[in-house]
């Protein structure tokens, strides 16, 4: 079977064309199958008495995908020759280029490719450069390709793109089969298309006239070719057909394109000789380097990302127990996010148990294939009404790849919804999936849309804490938590609101309420959330982040017991902190002197507590290694030993140096067996203060004690 694609300008009459060529060819007894593709859906028309048929698209948006049927698509038209629409969304909404990919899909999952034909022929719409219109070029469908122009240069310039698509797609054989010339009767219209055509490396294969008896026909419901099987017009339409007839029997042949560059399309343009090409003619091109292996693939080099910013976005919202998230996109998407982040995972953390089921305030559009066509607004709104119905005083509305690809105004939905529904406050976070980046750009964005809900006129009160951060792990364990709440107390202080975690939408409104606002650590992301705050309110975090370990527990004991009046509070915490510290010191070091230990991490989190626990611990550090940050910000460590930190260390370092350095412990946040007399410990988050460091240091050492096979099996530490 032969494949040609006509393509051409709206309106050039390439569906008039397409159908006296489809009736040509099949008054040769030959078999033809016309496919539209154009959302003008009118291409069969001709062939159909005048009548329009049901789309592939439309079709495929009502009738469910067991009950479809090929023949429901495939009518019998005019002379036997079987059409099909594609069809398309309504201007302005969807992606009608999707819909050239869904319409083949269907075709073929329908048996389309198991029909007896001789030639299909593909009516394609050329204005629109976008990769859904170029479908029929891609090397499964045409194998030769017609362009339809007349002597207008918009004409000549869709042409002109068709070629180049055309290049671009080059499957290895010539494909171009010639233009055909469809007179408008514009001045010196048959020179100026021959020159372009020569100048393209291809020629003019047939001059259809300017004819009243194409009007006369379509009023008819016919091709002329049936009207007027001896006119002018049929003729030519026989010689178009002559020609596909003659390439399929290998009678003639096709030429490679050679679209004309801009200087060249400015000559055809001024009715002036066109110039030779400038640069290099467009040859196929290989677009990928298959075979070239690097030894060291990170995602800061792939620029691959652990998840996108709509994930990140709906993070963000779910670390609030009392808002409804909206996730406009597909229902796959709300269910990696759904079950994987949010509060459940919270809930499980602190309660260690699964109590609610995942993703239980969240909602999605539940876009599909036929939303990427024909748009998503209309589910969209459909959800937010029923989450606007369960009477959540506020929505987050989040946006994924595919309305961000399509264009839905998001906006102008969540506007008219929140419209209906004075008392709910709509936040729309348009992170168009991974279009806006990774996971913690989404995030960040989601951080922003809460901050703007805080309350920035309320005066500063006294005796409350924020904390500020995008990682609350190190919290979650009820222990730690406890000792927070110790801490605080020794010096008047609670907890006001958590910036983002386990929090509401009155803890955000009333964030201006706390005395001090504390970063739960000092990584990139949480100096970008203080910023984030900072711009919102105005308010400076307080110096130093929450501190783990001895050491910046002491200074951070100090500095607080400054600003809160209470410096004598400070010196007794210090008093008990060293002094426990220095018992467990003096009885643990026996079992932890002259081992040699390696820590990596790919966490950045301050990890200065562990380093200086292992020194005093008398441990040595053989290396400490940090695992190339996955964030597309790089992360660094921030240490006072990070002169002596290893930066990108890969896990083939890792590897390597365990042969190397012999060492007794590896502490590392990446799960490895363990060979030999090395134990394995797995490296934690922990809270602030001593006792969970010291709680760690017992950890440590248990581990040591351990035998790292059980059975024949090989294990890892737990
Ligand atoms: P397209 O499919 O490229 O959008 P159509 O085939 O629908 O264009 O043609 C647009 C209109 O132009 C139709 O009404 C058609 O009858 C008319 N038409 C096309 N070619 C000619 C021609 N050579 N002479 C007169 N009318 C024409
Ligand atoms: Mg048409």
Redesign the pocket.
Known sequence: MLQVAVY????????????NISVSLASRGCKVHQIGC?P?H??TRLLMGGESQTTVLDYVRTVPIGRRKLDDVIVKGTAGVLCTEAGGPEPGIGCAGRGILTTFDTLRKLGADDLDLDFRIY?V?GDVVCGGFAVPLRGEYANAVIL?TSGEFMAMYAANNIMKGLANFDTGKPRLLGVVL???GVENEEASVRAFAEAAGTKVIAV????????E??SAGKTVRELYPDSV?SKQADAIADAIVKVAEGKMELTYPHPLDDDQMTDLAAGRPIRAPSGEVPQARILCDGCQVKRRTSIKDTGMMQSCAAYGALAAFAKMNDVGIVLHGPMSCLHLMGTTRGKAVVEQFQKHRFKVPPGYNMYCSGMDDSMSIFGGTRLLEETLEKAAAVGYRDIAVITTCMPGIIGDDTKGVVETVSARHPGTRFHTVLTDGDINGEYTDGFMMGAKAIAGMIDVSRPRGKGMVNIIGSSFYDLHTRRHLHELTRVLSLFGLRENCRFLDETTSDNIIGYCEAEFDFMINDTRATREMAEILKERTGREPFPLPLPIGLYDYEEWLERLGEATGHPEAAKVEIADVERRYAAFIAEHTPRFQGKRVIMTAKMYGNLDWLVDLLLDLKVDLVRLGFMPSTRKNKERPVSRHECSFTEDYWLEDLVRDMEELDPDLLICDVVMPMKGRCRFARMQKIGIGIDAELAYAVYLENMMRLPNKEGWREVAGL
């Open positions: 051409g300008k709206g309106g050039i009459g390439k569906s008039t064309i397409s159908a154009d003008k009118d291409s009516d719409l339809v469809n007179c408008r259809i006239p300017r004819d009243g008896k194409f009007r026909a379509e017009p």
